[in-house]
């Protein structure tokens, strides 16, 4: 309310309703800005959190990638260690058989020599029976011959079929003597074989377990 007889200064509240309106609005420009830099540095710090978590996901991807290098790495080492090993083993595994084969053969060797000494001689002896024999043989001429002549060259030819198939069984025997022996020394081989696996496996540091 105007009091009586004053006068009023229009300019004067004009006035002082502009600065009014002017703080208010500095006031709401303050507050505007002072949230916009609030929501700025949330938005900074938002950043560097995803970037520093970007730096850590990386950072164990880098730590899990080269773990799974060295683990392939040492997967090929401890396959090629093994791979030698086994290579080494079966190198050695064929040396042994190698030897114990080729003192075998020398020793089967020598039994063959023997027995093939003993069949000669025996072949000998019966190449001289044939040999006699054929010296002893007449020409087959039955046309002159006599009842007892004919008794006579019968029986010398039951003879010789006889003397034939005894040879015959000889040999089939003599084959089978050899079928077995070859049998008997690759059961030794074998035995020995397995011996000496064995052996290797029973052994821990040069001593038995």
Request: glycine content about 6%; overall charge positive; proline content about 1%.
């Amino acid at each position: 309310k105007i009091p009586e007889g004053e006068r009023v200064d229009f300019d004067d509240i004009h006035r002082k309703r502009m600065e009014k309106d002017l703080l208010e609005l500095q006031t709401l420009i303050d507050v505007h800005f002072e949230q916009r830099k609030k929501e700025e540095e949330e938005l900074v710090a938002l950043k560097e959190r995803i970037e520093r978590r970007r730096s850590e996901r990386a950072e164990q991807q880098r730590f899990r990638t080269e773990k799974e290098r060295e683990r392939q790495a040492k997967l090929a080492e401890e396959k090629m260690r093994k791979e030698e090993e086994e290579a080494k083993k079966r190198a050695e595994d064929d040396a042994k058989k190698k030897k114990v084969l080729s003192n075998m053969g020398a020793h089967f060797g020598g039994y063959l020599v023997k027995a093939e000494q003993k069949r000669g001689k025996r072949q000998t002896g019966r190449e001289m029976k044939v040999r006699i024999l054929s010296e002893r043989k007449k020409p087959l001429d039955i046309d002159y011959m006599g009842e007892e002549q004919l008794r006579e060259k019968a029986q010398e030819l039951s003879d010789w079929i006889h003397q034939l198939e005894s040879e015959k069984f000889d040999l089939m025997a003599k084959l089978k003597q050899q079928k077995y022996e070859i049998n008997v020394l690759y059961n030794r081989i074998s035995h020995a074989q397995k011996f000496r696996k064995g052996a290797g496996k029973g052994r821990v540091g040069g001593r038995w377990k």
